[in-house]
T-cell receptor
Framework: KAGVTQTPRYLIKTRGQQVTLSCSPI?????VSWYQQTPGQGLQFLFE???????NKGNFPGRFSGRQFSNSRSEMNVSTLELGDSALYLC??????????????FGQGTRLTVV | AQSVTQLDSQVPVFEEAPVELRCNYS??????LFWYVQYPNQGLQLLLK??????LVESINGFEAEFNKSQTSFHLRKPSVHISDTAEYFC????????????FGTGTRLLVSP
């Protein structure tokens, strides 16, 4: 069974640009959640998507957005990049249903560097 | 709101010695508890989880954690560590409501030396 796949693994962008990160969950998983990891703030929850709907959101500005497609693949977009957006972005997939959402499997992450 | 506290940012230990990584949480509802491990430039790997039932949970590589509701703790232990256990360990909590939202501690770096 293939794991969670995140692309690209590494990305360098300039301030003010926008970026799109991709996540393919484990087959059969319907929930995809995103986390930002930085040395200063640690691991912080961005949002979760289930069946193409955002059902939970963390405390991030509106520049951070996402979506989920009918095949459960998800994309995360960050517009007007700032230096502070440099981080490891982790995607996690899980089964997604009530009482089934007991375990999240993480991808290897996308390392975003904003210069 | 939930929170997780990992008091030790770094734990140095010699190979074959025992280790305990501490984790305390706060939550007003029933929770699920997790320990994840992260190796350099990698994602998070689930080490073990507590959902319900027995308060002592074990992983396949010798780690164990005990859920203590009265002390709101979920400490991770291993009786004898290996060099390969050197990594960052994160304790996490979720409300178990069906929504996949993990709240993580700040992590503990385990440094195993020969």
């Amino acid at each position: 069974k293939a794991g969670v796949t995140q692309t690209p693994r590494y990305l360098i962008k300039t301030r003010g640009q926008q970026v799109t990160l991709s996540c393919s969950p484990i087959s059969g998983h319907r929930s995809v959640s995103w986390y930002q990891q930085t040395p200063g703030q640690g691991l912080q929850f961005l949002f979760e998507y289930f069946s193409e709907t955002q059902r939970n959101k963390g405390n991030f500005p509106g520049r951070f957005s996402g979506r989920q497609f009918s095949n459960s693949r998800s994309e995360m977009n960050v517009s007007t990049l700032e230096l502070g957006d440099s981080a490891l972005y982790l995607c996690a997939s899980s089964l997604g249903g009530w009482r089934l959402n007991t375990e999240a499997f993480f991808g290897q992450g996308t390392r975003l560097t904003v210069v | 709101a939930q929170s997780v506290t990992q008091l030790d940012s770094q734990v140095p230990v010699f190979e074959e010695a025992p280790v305990e990584l501490r984790c305390n949480y706060s939550s007003s509802v029933s929770v699920y508890l997790f320990w994840y491990v992260q190796y350099p430039n990698q994602g998070l790997q689930l080490l073990l989880k507590y959902l319900s039932g027995s308060t002592l949970v074990e992983s396949i590589n010798g780690f164990e954690a005990e859920f203590n509701k009265s002390q709101t703790s979920f400490h991770l232990r291993k009786p004898s560590v290996h060099i390969s256990d050197t990594a960052e360990y994160f304790c996490a909590v979720s409300e178990g409501t069906g929504f996949q939202k993990l709240v993580f501690g700040t992590g503990t770096r385990l440094l195993v030396s020969p």
